[in-house]
């Protein structure tokens, strides 16, 4: 099992940035895809990004794709979430979340075994 702590969260204005990070720990980290997720208030639990295991492969959602950027440092066992140009929409509280590397990514809630507790991102307008 890998246990995972988010940070970086917080109040930003409009146009802004903010850069998430995931701290890992357990010993199965090193072979687990990460990805991230966010969860608005009153919708479903969405996928953001993903890593893999060696940190060379990424896939971000249609929704975010340009704006940004996951990257994981492997000898200090975090994956960073970089975020930009950020509007009110990606208002949400944002999750880390690892499984077992595999053939295929996943953009699935369900696929994923270990969950942090999560960040708040807040976008003023």
């Known amino acids: 099992q890998v246990q995972l702590v988010e940070s970086g969260g917080g109040l930003v204005q409009a146009g802004g940035s903010l850069r998430l990070s995931c701290a890992a720990s357990?010993?199965?980290?090193?072979?687990?895809?990460v990805g991230w997720f966010r969860q608005a208030p009153g919708k479903e639990r969405e996928f953001v990004a993903v890593v893999d295991w060696s940190g060379g492969g990424t896939y971000p959602a249609d929704s975010v794709r340009g704006r940004v950027a996951i990257f994981r440092a492997k000898a200090k066992n975090t994956v960073s979430l970089q975020m930009n140009s950020l509007t009110p929409e990606d208002t949400a509280v944002y999750y880390c979340?690892?499984?077992?590397?595999?053939?295929?990514?996943?953009?699935?809630?369900?696929?994923?075994?270990?969950w942090g507790q999560g960040t708040q991102v807040t976008v003023s307008s």
């Open positions: 357990g010993r199965t980290f090193s072979t687990s895809d």
């Open positions: 979340a690892a499984r077992k590397s595999q053939d295929r990514w996943s953009t699935q809630v369900y696929e994923y075994d270990s």
